[in-house]
């Protein structure tokens, strides 16, 4: 793959998707992702923190939360996400904000979640440790996220076409997610991977 975006590189490339974002909610549905989302992000509860949240696709599935907190590094993202809220009729307290060096206390939240985001993160051991850091001892962490196909003609064309995916969406998607964690020092209690592999549902407890 050609050389990783910085943030700033990152932030911009998300900036410009904004406007368009949402539509990639008609894929998700298509897809099935909506229905991972509500099954594995709708286990959150508690004070929550939603990372890297985008235009708030998460939002509708944060039903047993207390309160919810997102964050994003994008600027527009964070405005997408603030119409987002306003449809669902949802309180959510919203920050612009980066998850390498998350704006909060240590055991700050019962759940944290992140879906289909790490994989766009520059340092992203630095953000799974921040999520460690503010999630409290007996909370968990829920990730949804994208990673190479355990099918190995669908992992090998997503290794042919990583340059021009995370050119386009600054999205790593053929990782090994795994071995990131295992790299982060994180040790799931549950790891399932879904669509041909492609899809991992995570969870780590604070």
Avoid at 9 to 37: C, F, K, P, T
Avoid at 47 to 72: K, Q, Y
């Amino acid at each position: 793959m050609n050389e990783s975006m910085n943030t700033q590189q990152v932030r911009q490339r998300y900036d410009e998707m904004a406007g368009n974002w949402r539509l990639l909610g008609i894929v998700d549905s298509l897809v099935l992702i909506n229905r991972l989302r509500k099954k594995h992000i709708g286990n959150a509860s508690g004070a929550v923190l939603d990372v890297a949240c985008g235009t708030g696709e998460n939002f509708p599935h944060l039903r047993n939360a207390s309160s919810i907190t997102a964050i994003d590094l994008s600027a527009e993202m964070v405005d997408e996400a603030r119409r987002r809220k306003r449809q669902l009729g949802v309180a959510v307290d919203l920050l612009v904000g980066d998850a390498q060096s998350l704006p909060f206390g240590d055991d700050t939240f019962d759940t944290v979640v992140s879906a289909l985001s790490t994989c766009t993160i520059p340092d992203y051991v630095t953000a799974f440790h921040e999520m460690t850091r503010v999630v409290r001892p007996g909370g968990q962490i829920l990730l949804l996220e994208h990673g190479r196909s355990s099918v190995g003609w669908i992992a090998r064309r997503q290794d042919r076409h990583i340059d021009r995916v995370y050119a386009r969406s600054a999205c790593r998607n053929n990782r090994d997610v795994g071995a990131e964690l295992a790299e982060a020092g994180l040790d799931p209690v549950s790891h399932v991977a879904t669509h041909l592999g492609a899809i991992n549902q995570i969870t780590i407890r604070g």
